[in-house]
């Protein structure tokens, strides 16, 4: 996949795509994926790209309102079926110290049907997370509704991408988190 740091999913059609593409080329350059509605590109300045995005939204902005998400992501690498959860693990323990509260795991998936067990990974990076809190002494509760903290990982192909995404950061830009 390269080099990428932000995934954007959009109302798929060759039409949104160079909308969406001619829109966001001068925040950073975003190249389409094999799977509809999927964009990926890097961007310097994550801040300052979600709250352009937020405030094109909130002017109604025709390109913006084409964005269904948006995730900058902290970490991205390449992984196999087999080794997707060890390689998961090992990402997010760089957000062990930041957990406290609630948190779950999300891991929206791309290609790979049935060669990777969504659910099975979610928890294993969940538990993995738990070891790590309960080592520093720390209680940490799973919450679905309206986590502390939501750990994403989006994966498009063999390629994955890690988040940390706080509440705040949710509630600022809804577009962030998965549904």
């Known amino acids: 996949m390269g080099d990428w740091n932000v995934l954007v999913t959009f109302a798929p059609g060759a039409r949104n795509r160079r909308r969406l593409c001619d829109a966001l080329e001068p925040r950073c350059r975003f190249r389409a994926t094999p799977y509809r509605g999927v964009l990926i590109g890097r961007i310097d300045d994550a801040p300052a ?14 390109w913006a309102e084409l964005v269904a998400r948006a995730i900058p992501l902290e970490q991205t690498f390449d992984f196999s079926p087999e080794t997707l959860a060890a390689q ?5 323990t760089r957000f062990a110290d ?4 609630s948190f779950h795991v999300r891991l929206e998936r791309r290609g790979l049907a049935g060669r990777v ?4 990974i979610e928890r294993a990076v969940a538990d993995h997370l738990y070891t790590l809190a309960a080592q520093r002494g720390v209680a940490l509760r799973t919450d679905f509704a309206d986590p502390d903290y939501l750990v994403a990982a989006e994966t498009v192909g063999n390629a994955c991408g890690v988040a940390l995404i706080r509440r705040e950061t949710r509630l600022r830009y809804p577009f962030v988190a998965p549904r």
């Open 117 to 120: 067990a969504t659910r099975a």
């Open 88 to 92: 998961l693990q090992e990402a997010v």
């Open 98 to 101: 930041a957990l406290c509260g």
């Open 49 to 62: 790209f979600l709250e352009g995005l937020r405030t094109a939204r909130e002017r109604h902005e025709p």
